[in-house]
């Protein structure tokens, strides 16, 4: 059962290397597979370099995707990490 | 077990380990492998991306201990980025689809990387670029076995397989660990052939694409006097090659005896014999090598090494070490030959020269860069206390030139005059004679310098019309070519009548079956690397001037440069090893 969730990039160095890495951090530790889509673009939530490619800026929405056994938990834990601002705001 | 047949530039035998250099960026070439060995490369690239990713870690817990989060934080992303499922799954793909080897693959998504990264528009991803040129490098490093490595960092004696050796990497080696080296493009007067001729290390050249022919760690004999490179060769050839080797250094050590004895043919005619150097430090070794002096002092060595224009203190230190090394020996110093063939960082890019050997080099670029000639000028000149310095002025075509040259001497003598600082005033002021022009119009220079000096690579290159570093027309360089031959004996005969001292430095001088030609055509003195004047002087003092003479009347009929060749081997083989002077 696929989950969906938006969000907004609320930091200002957008979709970098070190929240890119807490992202990719955080979905490996769960079974789900999950992709993030902005605007046209969509990548791989476990891959940084397609995440990277994403060029998600400050203030981008972006969907993010979860299905398997635990993705309501994965895109819960996702959603948070990136409204927190990646802990770095 | 591979032959390859190349051309020789430095003598002798190495036996050792290879050491793969691709300095082109890493372009691995294209290579499919068979089926059946699909599964080897996946577990290749496996085991590549696993060691990569633990290196990283390693890296980045060094780097945590030592520089703080921030750095540590790049590791960590190359340590994801390695892991990213999404890059071993691409590369897989390709390994299985179009059976291309793990190197080839992988480098192909990498590329992609690259390209991806290169068109975003946010600079600082942009930038990023090098962080994926990096990553790349240390995997493929990994699947290829110890490939990229830093030359200045070797552990162990390696011979060094390389597409090319710029001079500036040629002089950053570690000459302890380097055993040989085997390089796809190249001649037999390559700068890359004049160094290792320098260093005394083995080297083949223009072997094609040794570069892909060889992998890292395997066994290679490069043997530089035949030219010829065997890859993972068997026992019985390995054998065969360390005796070689041994004969080699024995023939090193025969010649080494000739040290002291003078260069004097067996009718009594002296022979100058000096060296061609980079370094000071090669001015000793030179001196111990029996030259009676420098003939060739090449200054661009400190402006290659450098990524800033070298100071008149630098630079004069550098010059009077030379100076004093020579021990009142004649040294004479070439001043700043910098070329599109090599340029210096220091100097800045240079605008795009459709055909750089014929463009703004070496002298016509001093002439122009006033400030960098004179301060050149200034540190050439107060070295002059030291020794018995001579300067010489290179690639010259015409009359002009040398007057301009002479006049920005006579400039900076004044200003060093006015600063009260010492130089020697009455140093000889000569010039390279390497364009036909300047050949042709050698009585007019024989009267205006002190001394001409051949540089028979140039020349040649230039009345050929042959790029000797092109190994396409390599063969036609041939510096016994009978229009270079007339050449020599053109400015050797104007020497010879207005009183002009006139020298040889260049491969030819080095070269012991030209040596008879050389004091035939009139040739006095002669200049070349220092490993090669024990050979040379053999010959001095094996042959007399009234054979020399002879041989060169013979030679200067002929036509064709078959001919001259012929018969300048017959002239060596017929020099009777028990007839010395």
């Known amino acids: 059962m696929a989950v969906t969730r938006e969000v907004v990039i609320p930091n200002k160095e957008g979709l970098h290397f070190r929240p890119i890495m807490k992202f990719v951090d955080t979905a490996q530790r769960y079974q789900a597979g999950v992709t993030v889509h902005c605007e046209d673009r969509q990548a791989d939530g476990r891959s940084p370099m397609e995440m990277l490619m994403l060029v998600a800026t400050q203030g981008a929405k972006v969907k993010v995707v979860a299905d398997g056994v635990d993705a309501e938990e994965l895109v819960n834990a996702l959603v948070s990490l990136v409204e927190s601002g990646f802990g770095e705001m | ?581």
């Not at chain 2, 080696?173 to 320098?198: C, E, Q, Y």
Request: hydrophobic share 45%; aromatic share 4%.
């Open chain 2, 1 to 581: 077990m591979i032959t390859k047949k190349g051309i020789n530039a430095s003598p002798g035998v190495a036996i050792g380990p290879a050491l793969v250099l691709d300095t082109e960026e890493y372009r691995i070439p294209l290579r499919t492998v068979d089926p059946s060995q699909l599964a080897t490369q996946i577990r290749n690239l496996d085991a590549a991306l696993q060691a990569s990713r633990q290196e990283v870690q390693e890296l980045r817990v060094a780097a945590t201990r030592k520089l703080g989060d921030d750095t540590a934080g790049i590791f960590a992303f190359h340590e994801q980025f390695i892991a990213d499922p999404r890059l071993r799954e691409q590369v897989v793909e390709l390994i299985q689809q179009r059976r291309y080897s793990a190197a080839y693959a992988f480098g192909q998504v990498m590329n992609q990387r690259q390209k991806l990264f290169r068109s975003v528009a946010d600079p600082y991803l942009k930038e990023r670029v090098r962080d994926i040129f990096d990553i790349e490098k240390r995997v493929l490093r990994h699947i290829l076995g110890r490939t990229r490595e830093d030359m200045t960092r070797l552990t162990e004696p390696v011979v060094v397989v390389a597409a090319d050796i710029t001079p500036s990497q040629a002089i950053s080696l570690d000459r302890r660990h380097i055993l040989g080296f085997a390089i796809n493009v190249g001649g037999p007067t390559s700068h890359m052939a004049i160094i290792s001729k320098l260093l005394g290390i083995p080297a083949v050249v223009a072997l094609g694409d040794i570069t892909s022919d060889v992998s890292g760690g395997e066994t290679l004999i490069v043997d530089g006097t035949a030219g010829i490179v065997v890859a993972s060769p068997d026992p019985e050839t390995i054998a065969r090659y360390q005796e070689r080797q041994r004969e080699h250094e024995r023939q090193v050590a025969r010649l080494r005896t000739l040290r002291d004895q003078p260069a004097v043919t067996r009718d009594g005619v002296a022979i100058e014999l000096l060296a061609n150097i980079e370094v000071p430090e090669e001015a000793a070794a030179a001196v111990e090598a029996g030259a009676q002096g420098v003939g060739l002092y090449r200054t661009e060595l400190l402006f290659l090494s450098s990524t800033r224009v070298p100071t008149e203190e630098q630079q004069y230190e550098t010059y009077r070490a030379a100076v004093e090394a020579a021990a009142g020996r004649p040294v004479i110093i070439r001043t700043l030959d910098l070329g599109a063939d090599k340029l210096a960082p220091a100097l800045g890019a240079a605008p795009h020269e459709h055909n750089p050997v014929l463009g703004l080099r070496s002298l016509r670029y001093c002439l122009l860069h006033l400030d960098l000639f004179k301060t050149h000028l200034r540190a050439i000149l107060r070295a002059s206390v030291a020794g018995d310095v001579r300067i010489m002025f290179p690639m010259i075509a015409t009359v002009m030139e040398l007057r301009q040259a002479k006049a920005t001497l006579a400039d900076v003598m004044e200003d060093l005059d006015e600063e009260g600082l010492a130089f020697r005033r009455d140093l000889p002021i000569g010039m390279m004679v390497e364009t036909p022009a300047a050949a042709l119009l050698a009585p007019a220079f024989a009267r205006e310098a002190a001394f001409l000096s051949i540089g028979s690579n140039d020349l040649t290159q230039y009345t050929l019309a042959v790029d000797r570093g092109n190994e396409r027309v390599a063969h036609l360089f041939s510096a016994h070519n009978p229009a270079v031959l007339r050449l020599l004996h053109r400015v050797a005969r104007a020497g010879r009548v207005y009183g002009c001292e006139v020298s040889l430095c260049g491969e030819m001088a080095g070269a012991p079956l030209y040596t008879q030609l050389l004091l035939g055509l009139g040739l006095r003195r002669l200049s070349m690397a220092s490993c090669d004047i024990p050979a040379v002087k053999q010959v001095v003092r094996r042959t007399t001037l009234a054979a020399c003479r002879a041989l060169a009347a013979r030679v200067l009929k002929f036509d064709a440069d078959r001919q001259v060749l012929n018969t300048l081997r017959d002239a060596h083989r017929a020099l009777d090893p028990e007839d010395e002077s």
